[in-house]
């Protein structure tokens, strides 16, 4: 009675899907990383140097883009959890403006994903269509490897037929508009992503326990023989990656101890390359030698020279701009070598000495001003300090600041109280939960934390108890059962 539905549903897929992706075959995974080159270089956080938010943001998404990718390739794999993501975009000429991408100003754009397909040829096809980049690389791979269509055979256009709801009703079939539409409007709530996810990160927690123990002796140990003030990480990578580097940087102690000592009272930071940073601290490129490494620590006398040269000369910008303090905030600025600060100084420098702007001599003593390279109009951070391009116009500098100056100091103030309420709120937070550990990402401001920090002491959440617990951006459980959540959670049941 109803032998016309098989050929109906025939007809509907082939109208909805091009004729090349209902021939094609599955990629692989080499197949699918090639067909995202053109997506990983538009999104790759070395080229977000000069945004720290942005940059960390895209790595975050990134993982998480890797573990889905690897998920759909487990056999016997049914279904993924639809999964959200946001990447900012390098703008080129290719790529063109959608309704759903949020532009800035500069020179990338917010896209966000949503993923929810079964296979990874659609879902490599819905990231690149989703940051407008082009897919006829894909097209050509994958017809290539099969014949060409009987002769007979009528072209089927590509413009997709709107199927009655009854049909779907009827059959059974799922709707894809349905679907979209469902992956649109769902939000995670914090309550139950915590539900779902607690008892493997409590696992994970667990079993990271010996190797969490094992990185505190190693960089107490390592920090005295050394006389080091402190051992940090740029990146988050994982406690194992960690003891690995300390190891590493223990092995070079035997072998060059007199040598390492020349880092005496400074901070050491493991990250992507070897040198002194503009605030000073000993920078140890993971992925270099220990030859490097030597040869960096032989040559720290000839950096902290440097270092006293580019005190003097922040001082004497300091002057020049009626006493002005240039800063440099880890935080919210690109990692720079000293040697590269030392040269945006200099330049700067010598403009100011060039124009000779008129300040008041201490007229502006109490207020921050760090430098960029990447604008050409200062403006005011919210956290009260400014920020100057180095090739800026020396008039409308001066104008600027000056007109600016008051509502800097108010920014200045609003600033430390919240970092107050901030401190307070963290320690109320992890005494309420029993929490192990509660920290930030250093994209999160306070501002943001403060809200966060807030909204949970208004919840009850006893999946919290003992353990360490990330205020980020998105949802994760990270390699060592750290919690991530974002500054913005949503409370209530999920919406549907």
Same mark, same amino acid.
């Given at each position: 009675?109803?032998?016309?539905?098989?050929?109906?549903?025939?007809?509907?897929?082939?109208?909805?899907?091009?004729?090349?992706?209902?021939?094609?075959?599955?990629?692989?995974?080499?197949?699918?990383?090639?067909?995202?080159?053109?997506?990983?270089?538009?999104?790759?956080?070395?080229?977000?140097?000069?945004?720290?938010?942005?940059?960390?943001?895209?790595?975050?998404?990134?993982?998480?883009?890797?573990?889905?990718?690897?998920?759909?390739?487990?056999?016997?794999?049914?279904?993924?959890?639809?999964?959200?993501?946001?990447?900012?975009?390098?703008?080129?000429?290719?790529?063109?403006?959608?309704?759903?991408?949020?532009?800035?100003?500069?020179?990338?754009?917010?896209?966000?994903?949503?993923?929810?397909?079964?296979?990874?040829?659609?879902?490599?096809?819905?990231?690149?269509?989703?940051?407008?980049?082009?897919?006829?690389?894909?097209?050509?791979?994958?017809?290539?490897?099969?014949?060409?269509?009987?002769?007979?055979?009528?072209?089927?256009?590509?413009?997709?037929?709107?199927?009655?709801?009854?049909?779907?009703?009827?059959?059974?079939?799922?709707?894809?508009?349905?679907?979209?539409?469902?992956?649109?409007?769902?939000?995670?709530?914090?309550?139950?992503?915590?539900?779902?996810?607690?008892?493997?990160?409590?696992? @994970? =927690?667990?079993?990271? /326990? #010996?190797?969490?123990?094992? &990185?505190? !002796?190693?960089?107490?140990? *390592?920090?005295? %023989?050394?006389?080091?003030?402190?051992?940090?990480?740029?990146?988050?990578?994982?406690?194992?990656?960690?003891?690995?580097?300390?190891?590493?940087?223990?092995?070079?102690?035997?072998?060059?101890?007199?040598?390492?000592?020349?880092?005496?009272?400074?901070?050491?930071?493991?990250?992507?390359?070897?040198?002194?940073?503009?605030?000073?601290?000993?920078?140890?490129?993971?992925?270099?030698?220990?030859?490097?490494?030597? @040869? =960096?620590?032989?040559? /720290? #006398?000839?950096?902290?020279? &440097?270092? !006293?040269?580019?005190?003097? *000369?922040?001082? %004497?910008?300091?002057?020049?701009?009626?006493?002005?303090?240039?800063?440099?905030?880890?935080?919210?600025?690109?990692?720079?070598?000293?040697?590269?600060?030392?040269?945006?100084?200099?330049?700067?420098?010598?403009?100011?000495?060039?124009?000779?702007?008129?300040?008041?001599?201490?007229?502006?003593?109490?207020?921050?001003?760090?430098?960029?390279?990447?604008?050409?109009?200062?403006?005011?951070?919210?956290?009260?300090?400014?920020?100057?391009?180095? /090739?800026?116009?020396?008039?409308? &500098?001066?104008?600027?600041?000056?007109?600016?100056?008051? %509502?800097?100091?108010?920014?200045?103030?609003?600033?430390?109280?919240?970092?107050?309420?901030?401190?307070?709120?963290?320690?109320?937070?992890?005494?309420?939960?029993?929490?192990?550990?509660?920290?930030?990402?250093?994209?999160?401001?306070?501002?943001?934390?403060?809200?966060?920090?807030?909204?949970?002491?208004?919840?009850?959440?006893?999946?919290?108890?003992?353990?360490?617990?990330?205020?980020?951006?998105?949802?994760?459980?990270?390699?060592?059962?750290?919690?991530?959540?974002?500054?913005?959670?949503?409370?209530?049941?999920?919406?549907?």
């Amino acid at each position: 009675m109803f032998c016309h539905l098989r050929p109906a549903r025939r007809l509907c897929v082939e109208k909805i899907i091009p004729h090349w992706l209902l021939n094609s075959r599955p990629l692989s995974g080499a197949e699918a990383v090639n067909a995202l080159r053109p997506f990983y270089f538009a999104v790759h956080p070395d080229f977000f140097g000069q945004h720290p938010r942005e940059r960390e943001i895209n790595e975050n998404s990134l993982k998480r883009l890797s573990v889905y990718l690897e998920n759909l390739q487990k056999p016997g794999l049914k279904s993924l959890k639809p999964t959200q993501l946001t990447f900012y975009v390098r703008e080129t000429d290719q790529n063109s403006s959608d309704g759903q991408e949020l532009f800035s100003t500069s020179g990338f754009r917010a896209v966000r994903l949503n993923l929810h397909t079964r296979d990874l040829l659609s879902t490599v096809l819905d990231i690149l269509k989703s940051c407008s980049l082009p897919t006829k690389h894909i097209q050509s791979s994958n017809t290539q490897v099969h014949s060409p269509p009987l002769k007979e055979t009528k072209r089927i256009p590509d413009r997709p037929i709107k199927w009655d709801k009854s049909y779907y009703s009827f059959t059974g079939f799922k709707d894809p508009d349905e679907d979209l539409e469902q992956v649109s409007r769902m939000e995670t709530t914090l309550i139950s992503w915590l539900d779902s996810n607690e008892k493997s990160a409590g696992k @994970k =927690l667990q079993n990271s /326990l #010996p190797l969490r123990k094992e &990185l505190d !002796r190693l960089k107490s140990e *390592l920090s005295q %023989q050394l006389q080091l003030t402190d051992i940090r990480w740029q990146r988050s990578w994982g406690i194992a990656h960690r003891c690995s580097q300390l190891h590493s940087l223990g092995r070079l102690a035997q072998q060059n101890l007199e040598t390492l000592k020349t880092a005496k009272g400074c901070t050491l930071i493991f990250t992507d390359r070897s040198g002194l940073s503009a605030v000073g601290h000993v920078m140890l490129g993971t992925m270099d030698v220990h030859h490097h490494w030597t @040869k =960096l620590f032989e040559r /720290l #006398p000839s950096y902290f020279d &440097l270092q !006293r040269k580019l005190m003097l *000369l922040e001082d %004497q910008i300091s002057c020049l701009l009626g006493g002005i303090q240039v800063v440099y905030i880890e935080e919210l600025q690109p990692v720079l070598t000293l040697e590269e600060y030392y040269s945006l100084l200099d330049v700067f420098c010598n403009r100011l000495l060039k124009t000779r702007i008129p300040f008041h001599p201490r007229s502006l003593r109490g207020l921050q001003m760090i430098l960029n390279s990447d604008r050409y109009a200062p403006n005011l951070h919210e956290l009260g300090h400014f920020n100057i391009p180095i /090739l800026c116009d020396p008039g409308s &500098l001066q104008w600027f600041i000056l007109t600016k100056a008051q %509502q800097a100091r108010e920014n200045m103030r609003r600033k430390e109280e919240l970092k107050v309420m901030e401190n307070e709120l963290i320690q109320a937070s992890m005494k309420k939960f029993s929490l192990e550990k509660l920290y930030k990402e250093p994209s999160v401001s306070s501002r943001q934390m403060v809200e966060c920090c807030k909204r949970l002491l208004g919840q009850s959440l006893p999946y919290l108890h003992g353990m360490h617990l990330c205020v980020s951006h998105f949802y994760s459980v990270m390699q060592d059962g750290d919690l991530c959540i974002p500054w913005n959670w949503k409370d209530g049941e999920t919406t549907k």
